[in-house]
């Protein structure tokens, strides 16, 4: 979830941005390429995740399918208020 915060300030690395002291001017380009790679990188980080989420939920339902509870009953018949 962490990289989807950080995906703006990743997509903002293919701006370039250039100072002209002379003219006293300043450009910023965007560079597309740069962009589309990062945003396939996120997509591909965040498909990795869900992929791990799934995986760690299917060995806990594993965990808890192999799970043996054991419960011991009083059968001699005898029953006794102890409350009292």
Do not use: Y
Not at 19 to 48: I, K, P, Y
Not at 54 to 80: C, F, H, S, Y
Request: hydrophobic share 40%; proline share 1%.
């Amino acid at each position: 979830m962490r990289i989807l915060l950080a995906a703006p300030l990743l997509l903002a690395g293919a701006c370039n941005v250039t100072q002209d002291d002379a003219n006293n001017t300043t450009s910023v380009t965007f560079n597309q390429e740069v962009a589309a790679n990062t945003a396939n990188d996120v997509g591909n980080e965040v498909q990795n995740i869900a992929e791990d989420i799934g995986n760690e939920a299917g060995n806990l339902g594993d965990k808890i399918e192999n799970t043996d509870v054991d419960i011991n009953v009083d059968t001699d018949g005898k029953a006794e208020n102890k409350a009292q």
